[in-house]
């Protein structure tokens, strides 16, 4: 199936979407650096980039009337920063909101679905309004803010048009806020998916169901399996998730940092020869609040910050208390990242990538569930206009 991806940073969602069988023809991007480690994997071979169309600048000039009609899905993570708890929280009036933008390129290419990502910030109650807003502006992109009005005045058109409208263009949204760790993301990583299909594609969808809990790793680490497995010694098995050991169905234990990085060696300042970005950072220190990501629990959330990351998320932290930068490597598995895909660039701009990327197991966990209720809906419509055509020469010749 086919698709173009918006926003595609250092390629989280396009590898998740790849895995999942569709076949990304041009992802969209401005940062320099996420377009080069693109253009690098593609240009070196690597199967689920191989013959992308990387645009590099603005997603609002591309010339989307260049793609081929009949595009299945358009995926993206607009900018978080307008929404993110760590920024300024302005929304609307940031120029880096680019949900307008999303929603006119899924105007232009009119795809069966959609996949678009961003923080959990959009749903705080500050941004209600708004996270509402974005949910019509998606379901309706036919119905374009006029000349110099306002979100809030589009905003109340569209409440007010979105129940009557007739436009052959709508889409029904269904927003999910998830937790990574959930999906078997060795992290605990809150993302906000909204997900839609074409008001004539026959899908009743739902958000894949979680497979991994906080409460089957506590009981693994409370009966010892977790810790023999990993053979860590007596002294320092000390349970990390505060939930009880409930019996919670078929649930896998949540993966935690000890598990994404088993097999890797220790960093050094030479790096590895037989791992991508695998080279010791020095200079990591921890203090109040900022201690990282404790080795025997799910990753906090790793975060691309401008100025830093003031907990720590870029930062392992060891049963003896000491503390290291996570190698790009060891980042790139907290995100699962194939190890053979290169991440470009000095560590800071390689783990901004990292920090602002869709995990890529969670991308094909939602872009498979997609594609097979796309399946469906064309088995179902072939099947349909199969019957109709019999119908039809059965009354001709009647």
């Known amino acids: 199936m086919r698709s173009v991806e918006l926003f595609a940073g250092g390629g989280g969602l396009t590898l998740g979407t790849h895995l999942a069988g569709f076949t990304t023809e041009v992802v969209a991007e401005w940062d320099r650096w996420s377009c080069d480690t693109l253009r690098e994997n593609r240009d070196g071979g690597y199967p689920l980039v191989r013959g992308i169309d990387v645009q590099e600048g603005d997603v609002r000039k591309v010339d989307w009337s260049t793609v081929p009609s009949g595009v299945d899905l358009v995926s993206g993570g607009p900018p978080c920063q307008p929404f993110s708890a760590g920024g300024k929280g302005n929304a609307a009036d940031d120029k880096r909101d680019m949900f307008p933008a999303t929603a006119e390129v899924i105007r232009e290419l009119r795809p069966r679905a959609f996949i678009i990502e961003n923080v959990r910030g959009l749903t705080r109650s500050a941004f209600s309004d708004y996270y509402s807003y ?167 959330a790793l975060k691309a910050g401008v100025h830093g990351v003031p907990g720590g998320e870029n930062m392992l932290r060891n049963v003896n208390g000491s503390v290291r930068y996570f190698t790009v490597r060891e980042a790139a598995r907290l995100q699962t990242f194939p190890d ?59």
Request: charged share 25%; glycine share 6%.
């Open 134 to 300: 974005i949910q019509l502006r998606l379901g309706h992109p036919e119905l374009v803010a006029n000349e110099g009005e306002s979100w809030g005045a589009h905003y109340s058109r569209l409440q007010a048009e979105h129940t009557s409208v007739r436009s052959d263009l709508q889409y029904k949204v269904l927003p999910t806020l998830v937790n990574a760790a959930d999906y078997g993301v060795p992290q605990q990583r809150w993302r906000v998916f909204f997900i839609g299909f074409r008001s004539d594609v026959d899908a009743e969808w739902s958000f894949p169901e979680a497979t991994h809990s906080a409460a089957a790793l506590r009981a693994a680490q409370d009966d010892g399996s977790y810790w023999e497995r990993h053979k860590v010694p007596k002294k320092y098995r000390t349970p990390t998730v505060r939930t009880a050991a409930l019996v919670d169905g078929p649930h896998k234990p949540w993966r935690t940092v000890r598990d994404a990085l088993r097999g890797l060696p220790e960093p050094t300042l030479n790096g590895s020869t037989k791992y991508l970005n695998h080279v010791l950072q020095p200079g990591a220190r921890s203090y109040p609040g900022h201690t990282g990501s404790y080795i025997d629990a799910p990753a906090k």
């Open 340 to 398: 053979r895909y290169r991440l470009h660039g000095p560590w800071t701009e390689a783990m901004r990538q990292l920090g602002n990327a869709v995990p890529v197991m969670l991308a094909e966990i939602v872009a498979l569930s997609v594609r097979e209720h796309l399946d469906v809906a064309t088995f179902n419509a072939a099947k349909k206009a199969a019957t109709d055509r019999r119908k039809a020469r059965k009354s001709a010749t009647a």
